[in-house]
């Protein structure tokens, strides 16, 4: 591992941390002591989605290995640039399912927000990664057609905000957009999908914790962790600010290809999680994005991989194998279907 660079640790706001992260695939390398001869795909790739990521996350990258499983993760590489079959730009329909600008409605009793196309890191099989952001940005206007929507659809009783990472945002905006929602009688659950508190430990500040712990709305936060090397002592120490203030946690991750497809990462990573009290929820199969087809595990190892996870671990700690599918009213369980 490398050491938090003195600039990045608990002396300056999450914002300015924020601010620092790296852009740059040559500083990347040469941070992490990589060789050069990666630099020209990096390039490239980062040309079409580029590199983001901050200085708490490469810390707990090992230094000279091309391999590590963090990297695997915010590396470009030219594995993008290769067209495949069967990947697209909207693998998940979230076009289709956008009735006002940056409200999805896919599934009955919940509705979810694009609240900013702003993200911490950019992980590389992102499924929103040619998301039109620009053009599907609820806070242009205030988040009122939205919030309008919300308010005429009494079977809506959840709310998630999404992104992009909804905590890229200010905690005024933010609990002034969940102050709003929770004005809404029919509404009862609020629910945050963040990674922030994984890449930005930092982000889990006071104002944070202290406008969660007095919404009017039952508070889930859903992180997003793929191995349990991103478990630093920062992200174990910010998962307890946020269970101080009753934050229900759960944790939803991406099987991908030379980062967590085998049974005993799986499994520390599920004994990581639950140790500081984060349910795991979901595991799932990689959307499929255009760009990030060198991450995708076929079914029939996914399954068995969740099978010998079921005879491992208690069942509270085995996660759903699910895909989001278009035009569908659920996520499609896999872990039931016949092995093959």
């Known amino acids: 591992m490398i050491p938090h660079p003195a600039r990045n640790c608990q002396t300056i706001g999450w914002q300015q941390a924020l601010a620092q992260a790296i852009r740059n695939p040559a500083e990347l390398l040469a941070l992490l002591d990589l060789p050069a001869s990666l630099l020209p795909a990096a390039r490239q790739a980062a040309a079409q989605f580029p590199l983001r990521v901050t200085h708490s996350y490469l810390a707990q990258i090992k230094k000279g290995d091309p391999h590590d499983p963090l990297l695997r993760q915010v590396l470009p590489l030219g594995e993008e640039q290769a067209p495949c079959e069967g990947f697209s730009q909207d693998p998940v329909g979230d076009l289709d399912a956008m009735p006002v600008p940056g409200l999805l409605h896919k599934y009955a009793g919940r509705v979810l927000l694009v609240t900013t196309g702003a993200c911490a890191i950019h992980c590389r099989y992102c499924f929103r990664r040619h998301f039109p952001y620009a053009e599907a940005n609820p806070a242009s206007t205030d988040w009122q057609a939205a919030l309008d929507y919300i308010a005429a659809d009494a079977s809506v009783s959840e709310v ?135 991450f995708a595990v076929s079914d029939s190892e996914a399954r068995r991989l969740l099978h010998a996870l079921r005879e491992t671990l208690p069942g509270y700690m085995v996660p759903q194998l699910v895909r989001d599918q278009p035009g569908q009213t659920a996520k499609i369980p896999l872990e039931s279907l016949k092995l093959v």
């Open 160 to 294: 998630i905000l999404s992104g992009g990472d909804p905590l890229s945002l200010s905690d005024s905006r933010l609990a002034a957009l969940v102050g709003r929602l929770a004005a809404i009688p029919h509404l009862k659950r609020l629910r945050l999908h963040t990674r922030l508190p994984v890449v930005l430990p930092e982000r889990v500040d006071p104002a944070l914790v202290d406008w969660l712990g007095n919404c009017a709305l039952q508070t889930i936060m859903v992180i997003h962790v793929n191995h349990a090397n991103e478990v630093s002592q920062a992200v174990r120490d910010a998962l307890g600010r946020l269970r101080g203030c009753g934050v229900s946690l759960l944790n939803q991750s991406v099987l991908l290809r030379g980062v967590n497809d085998n049974l005993p990462t799986l499994a520390a990573l599920s004994e990581a999680l639950f140790a500081h009290s984060v349910l795991p929820y979901y595991l799932h199969q990689l959307d499929r994005v255009q760009g990030a087809a060198h």
